[in-house]
T-cell receptor
């Protein structure tokens, strides 16, 4: 059964600090992994996509990594800002899948405090 | 290019009533998927429509149904509402579905009293 597990479930950090969110998956055959950011009361917005051949990808202060061998991904946030407070969702898609068959993690809720 | 539009933004209903939510995808997108999100829970997949056909369905009771029109706009209907149906309902669109990037609407916050 395809599964995506995210850790930690929630995280509180001080503004300006760095943090790393984890995503472990058992989706097979792997196609891609996306990180989404969801602000409270809003829909998720895609941050990055990782494919099998990619190890690292950056989007501003967000850096995603992928280890396809261990089936792990991380999202590193540098110099956090109050606006980074949100839920971060890891979504893994298998090859030849439809939108509904992508597997969603339960998300990590990040709170950045001043 | 306009984003995904969901209406209404907020909705209050009582138990036993039915409700219809609307989703207008990004122009040119043919796949529309629906999700339920309750506080502290991840997104739960309801169903996906592609070219007016339901392509995938999640593990929700038959009270939850949907449809897609020829212009790709989609509606979701929940009949005989229960208190546990209170949630944020999100729709997402993409060109063809699959592992593409999903573009989400802001959701409809449904409260069942």
């Amino acid at each position: 059964k395809n599964q995506v597990e995210q850790s930690p479930q929630s995280l509180i950090i001080l503004e300006g600090k760095n943090c790393t969110l984890q995503c472990n998956y058992t989706v097979s055959p792997f196609s891609n992994l996306r990180w989404y950011k969801q602000d409270t009361g809003r829909g998720p917005v895609s941050l990055t996509i990782m494919t099998f051949s990619e190890n690292t990808k950056s989007n501003g202060r967000y850096t995603a990594t992928l280890d396809a061998d261990t089936k792990q991904s991380s999202l590193h946030i540098t110099a956090s800002q109050l606006s980074d407070s949100a839920s971060y969702i890891c979504v893994v898609s298998a090859e030849n899948t439809n939108a509904g068959k992508s597997t969603f993690g339960d998300g990590t809720t990040l709170t950045v405090k001043p | 290019k306009a984003g995904v539009t969901q209406t209404p933004r907020y909705l209050i209903k009582t138990r036993g009533q039915q409700v219809t939510l609307s989703c207008s995808p990004i122009s040119g997108h043919r796949s529309v998927s629906w999700y339920q999100q309750t506080p502290g829970q991840g997104l739960q997949f309801l169903f996906e429509y592609f070219s007016e056909t339901q392509r995938n369905k999640g593990n929700f009771p038959g009270r939850f149904s949907g449809r897609q029109f020829s212009n790709s706009r989609s509606e979701m209907n929940v009949s005989t509402l229960e208190l546990g149906d209170s949630a944020l309902y999100l729709c997402a669109s993409s060109l063809l579905g699959g592992g593409e990037k999903l573009f989400f609407g802001s959701g409809t916050q449904l409260s069942v009293l």
